[in-house]
């Protein structure tokens, strides 16, 4: 694409972000989805499985896939929620949190490797501009919502 949209730049570093942690989840037998809801899972006090779909951007059906399997490997394990008897909380297994240590580390070393080669300003810039578009999304400002209306 010769003139690149802001789109198209997003969902090509994305894609690339994304099978970066693939290629080195898949070392270990797994998924960015399973490190990603690793770190979203309180170590302590463990989590509602009703706000980490919510938390990780996930369909409930994705989400409930992930956590059977991580269920299946070990990596957590699934208690009624003694503040709401309807709901349960995933909580890590001393397994999962290994796993979880180890997600944490690529992050960080993802994180740390993009620091050293930009400047902190143009880091904040990033931020800045991600943030402008997540919240005109959010609030429904980039597409007026009457001209999808159908006559």
Not at 28 to 43: E, K, Q
Not at 84 to 103: C, Q, V
């Amino acid at each position: 694409m010769k003139d690149k949209t802001i789109d198209y730049v997003l969902r090509t570093t994305w894609l690339a972000v994304n099978k970066m942690y693939n290629e080195e989840a898949s070392k270990f037998g797994t998924t960015m989805a399973t490190g990603f809801a690793l770190l979203s899972i309180d170590p302590e006090k463990g989590t509602p499985s009703t706000s980490l779909g919510p938390k990780m951007g996930m369909e409930a059906t994705s989400l409930s896939r992930t956590l059977k399997t991580m269920e299946e490997k070990g990596l957590i394990k699934r208690k009624p929620n003694p503040e709401d008897g309807r709901g349960i909380l995933i909580h890590l297994t001393e397994f999962g949190r290994e796993k979880r240590d180890y997600s944490k580390e690529k992050v960080l070393t993802f994180n740390e490797s993009i620091k050293e080669s930009v400047t902190e300003e143009e880091l904040l810039k990033f931020y800045k501009v991600a943030d402008i578009i997540n919240n005109k999304i959010s609030n429904k400002q980039i597409y007026n919502q009457k001209e999808h209306i159908l006559k």
